[in-house]
């Protein structure tokens, strides 16, 4: 890949520049000798030949938009001469013929995982604080401020040392601009007190704006995802607070968890506020309850597990020119990796699945798969052109500045994390995976509501690529940040767990990368290998409130 240009499939009319190639410069690409006639920015694509009013823009071998005005060989391609078009599709996918890759490096590995009764491996130990409704996130904080700090599962904070400072410069009779221009030593504060469980990864607070107030079908969804959560193999169990009158039942928590598992026996402890004689009463006894059973949750201990035990959710935020050439693919590597091994891999955010269904209808294990993947494609692009959204709208600000200019390019690069393996399931939210190999989860684009949406399929650990940076955690899966580019890497180390921008350069290739990714994940798996999201207590929870969302 080294070199100025990738022109990423020998079909493709557009290159990308691995480099910004200054207007006037000749480069080649192929055998394609070609003028530069614009400043094209790194990440950013040049034409390869002339494209007229109208003409079809390829890249990756299929159509990622049209030109609006005529562009000249070695033109710049921009939001002011190219929109979102996307090459055509039909469910009559031929039989699919797979070359696995080779995964005798990793026939004798393991990791050690938390095994569960419903034969589901954990690779973390936690413990869920759930509000079924919006009315309780006020309880839910409370709980969280009584247990973090004591248990040791708090953020050490040099910002309360900081605003300590401050506070005492003020009370000597410093004004606002003394307090703006004080020198004070930036750092982590000392460590906070050892943490008491040590098999219990973490105590995790979810709030939320659901529960009451929408739809019956949203107070099921909500329910469902709460039940993802409930079965998924790295919690160890739950306190659920509820208010009592909210359209998310108890009972209706209890249908979704005996929808995954009807064998459930996980401890879930449930509290309705409207049963007490007061908030405090409520609290008082969910604390115990909660301690007493955090503390049978620590004699859970880690064990060998086969490598099939592993699901993987595939993610992308904060994408950039190079995430398509470089990370993604090497997800989509570790991924196929996996599958091969007998575990699970799941492709979500549909709206950047747009202009690619054609490659994974391909793919999918029988009709009645693609037929499901191309009805829920097409419903949810028709609630989104009801309210006069689409998907063309799906890039951010972000994406276009940094090369990806509409959403069949975003989604065209997007659609490699999920490797080249068959498709096995396709879920619509909030469903639970089952089947090993690659599943298609229907949800939105956005980040935080994509991941929320993984672990809640039962993802244990989430691979997550960005080309602008993302901190992005979540509070059951174990989310490994993987940069496109090594700038990102450098500026971002705080949030950036791995750098796949040797890709670009040239100095790895996709395979080595993503060999190299499995063996990371491995490492996250054994509980060896924290991630920065864990680290930094980075714990981001948002449902889908089925709707449209981009």
Partial sequence: MDGDLLRIHPSDNVAVALRTLRRGRTVRVDSIRILAEATIPAKHKIALAPLAEGDAAVMYGTVVGRATADISQGGLLSTQNLVHDTATYNVEGGPYVWDPPDVSRWLDKSFMGYHRSDGQVGTANRWLVIPLVFCENRNVDVLRSAFEEELGYAVPSAYRDQVRALRLLLEQGASADDLRQARLEQGSSTTGPPRLLSN????????????????????????????????????????????????????????????????????????????????????????????ASMVEANQHERYPALLANLTLGLE????????????????????????????????????????????????????????????????????????????????????????????????????????????????????????????????????????????????QIILFSTGLGTPTGNPAASVIKISSNTPLATRMPDII??????????????????????????????????????????????????????
């Fill in 200 to 291: 219990v990864d973490g105590i995790h607070f979810l709030t939320h704006e659901g529960g009451c107030g929408g739809t019956r079908q949203d107070a099921r969804a909500l329910c469902g995802l709460f039940a993802g959560y409930l079965c998924h193999p790295n919690v160890a169990g739950a306190t659920v607070l509820s208010l009592g009158c909210e359209n998310s039942q108890l009972d209706i928590l209890h249908e979704e968890i005996h929808c995954r598992n009807p064998t459930f026996d996980k401890p879930l402890l449930s509290f309705r506020q409207q049963d007490y004689p007061s908030a405090d009463t409520m609290l008082t006894h969910a604390v115990a309850a909660t301690f």
């Fill in 316 to 459: 992308c935020g904060g994408s950039d020119g190079f995430s398509g050439i470089s990370a993604n693919p090497a997800i989509g590597q570790c991924a196929d990796l996996l599958v091969v091994l007998g575990g699970k891999a799941i492709l979500a955010e549909f709206p950047e699945l747009c202009g690619v269904e054609q490659w994974l209808i391909d793919r999918c294990r029988d009709p009645a798969c693609a037929e499901r993947f191309a009805k829920l494609m097409e419903s949810y692009s028709s609630m989104a052109a009801a309210v006069g959204s689409g998907f063309d709208m799906n890039p951010s600000p972000g994406n276009i500045r940094d090369g990806l200019l509409t959403d069949a390019m975003k989604s065209a690069g997007a659609a490699r994390k999920g490797g080249t393996s068959p498709v096995t399931d396709v879920l619509n939210y909030p469903e639970y995976a089952t089947q090993p190999g690659l599943n298609l989860l229907c949800t939105p684009g956005g980040d935080v509501e994509s991941t929320t949406a993984l672990a809640g399929a039962g993802a």
């Fill in 497 to 550: 767990d791995y750098d796949a921008g040797a890709i670009v350069t040239g100095a790895a290739t996709v395979d080595a990368v993503g060999a190299d990714l499995l063996d990371s994940v491995i490492r996250v798996a054994n509980g060896s290998l924290r991630t920065k999201a864990d680290l930094l207590r980075q714990y981001d929870f948002i449902p889908w409130k089925r709707g449209v969302s981009l």
